[in-house]
């Protein structure tokens, strides 16, 4: 696996491929690779000729300085699991060279509306991070396909958005999400649970299919009441939570009366970690 660390070499093994005609697939990380990203990976391979991973703790991304110092950091643990996937490139910088002047008088890129609500709101700044991060690959890897998981469903929606309007020959292709047996979504973050705290997680999807199914039996309707008790079964089992409601699938408007299409999306803290989860479902007249 040639692990490049330099921009300027990886835009000249770029070209190389370009010049072999070669089709690329990018799948952007922040590593403490888990189940999730190797899904993305085996996803990449169906589409292209060669993959490559980035792995980039993106600071501009996180608005609370202690989560960023407490993320895991397994690179050599990260490495095994790429040459096990057969991965050729891992492009793998550090902070200057990818923010060379700082963070502070960097360019960056915001998405309006999307990037402002829900999860937006409840973190700002964190999508104009992650939208700057991504774009700064983009140019960089000049991938045809780029592959991100469903549990980041707003992220997701931002990512599609701002590759058609800032016409980015790029295709996203979205992973489903891969659970554990319990059905806890893989994150990095798991990782930070107690283990008290790892066997009250699975409540979280547990109580998000529930939901779904509820407003699936009701048509509907009632959508706010719905809401409010599976928020108040959550805080009873010890979730704090932040975000947990019904919205269009599309723009991400709140729902509060029958819709075809809805997306349950959750934002929760369990203890000192947050874990997201959602759930899109699709009512029938």
């Given at each position: 696996?040639?692990?490049?660390?330099?921009?300027?070499?990886?835009?000249?093994?770029?070209?190389?491929?370009?010049?072999?005609?070669?089709?690329?697939?990018?799948?952007?990380?922040?590593?403490?690779?888990?189940?999730?990203?190797?899904?993305?990976?085996?996803?990449?391979?169906?589409?292209?000729?060669?993959?490559?991973?980035?792995?980039?703790?993106?600071?501009?991304?996180?608005?609370?300085?202690?989560?960023?110092?407490?993320?895991?950091?397994?690179?050599?643990?990260?490495?095994?699991?790429?040459?096990?996937?057969?991965?050729?490139?891992?492009?793998?910088?550090?902070?200057?060279?990818?923010?060379?002047?700082?963070?502070?008088?960097?360019?960056?890129?915001?998405?309006?509306?999307?990037?402002?609500?829900?999860?937006?709101?409840?973190?700002?700044?964190?999508?104009?991070?992650?939208?700057?991060?991504?774009?700064?690959?983009?140019?960089l890897v000049q991938p045809n396909f780029s592959f991100?998981?469903?549990?980041?469903?707003?992220?997701?929606?931002?990512?599609?958005?701002?590759?058609?309007?800032?016409?980015?020959?790029?295709?996203?292709?979205?992973?489903?999400?891969?659970?554990?047996?319990?059905?806890?979504?893989?994150?990095?973050?798991?990782?930070?649970?107690?283990?008290?705290?790892?066997?009250?997680?699975?409540?979280?999807?547990?109580?998000?299919?529930?939901?779904?199914?509820?407003?699936?039996?009701?048509?509907?309707?009632?959508?706010?009441?719905?809401?409010?008790?599976?928020?108040?079964?959550?805080?009873k089992k010890g979730f704090y939570?932040?975000?947990?409601?019904?919205?269009?699938?599309?723009?991400?408007?709140?729902?509060?009366?029958?819709?075809?299409?809805?997306?349950?999306?959750?934002?929760?803290?369990?203890?000192?970690?947050?874990?997201?989860?959602?759930?899109?479902?699709?009512?029938?007249?």
């Amino acid at each position: 696996m040639n692990i490049i660390k330099n921009v300027h070499i990886l835009e000249k093994k770029i070209k190389e491929l370009k010049k072999k005609k070669k089709v690329i697939g990018l799948v952007p990380t922040m590593g403490n690779l888990h189940h999730g990203h190797i899904k993305l990976i085996s996803s990449a391979k169906k589409y292209v000729d060669i993959v490559i991973v980035s792995i980039f703790i993106n600071p501009m991304q996180f608005n609370n300085l202690l989560d960023l110092k407490k993320y895991p950091k397994t690179f050599e643990q990260d490495c095994c699991i790429l040459r096990k996937e057969k991965i050729e490139i891992l492009f793998y910088p550090d902070i200057h060279e990818m923010y060379p002047i700082g963070l502070k008088n960097h360019t960056y890129i915001d998405v309006p509306k999307l990037s402002k609500i829900i999860e937006g709101k409840a973190r700002p700044g964190h999508f104009v991070g992650v939208t700057t991060i991504v774009c700064k690959l983009f140019n960089l890897v000049q991938p045809n396909f780029s592959f991100f998981g469903e549990k980041d469903y707003q992220q997701l929606l931002i990512v599609k958005k701002l590759v058609k309007e800032l016409n980015y020959p790029i295709k996203i292709i979205s992973v489903p999400t891969i659970r554990l047996k319990n059905g806890l979504a893989f994150s990095s973050r798991n990782k930070n649970l107690s283990i008290s705290e790892q066997k009250k997680a699975p409540f979280l999807y547990k109580t998000i299919k529930k939901t779904c199914n509820i407003i699936r039996q009701k048509k509907g309707k009632n959508i706010h009441k719905t809401i409010q008790e599976s928020r108040e079964y959550l805080r009873k089992k010890g979730f704090y939570i932040d975000i947990f409601n019904a919205y269009d699938p599309k723009t991400l408007d709140s729902i509060c009366k029958p819709s075809k299409s809805i997306i349950v999306l959750a934002s929760v803290w369990l203890g000192k970690t947050r874990l997201i989860d959602n759930k899109k479902i699709t009512l029938k007249n």
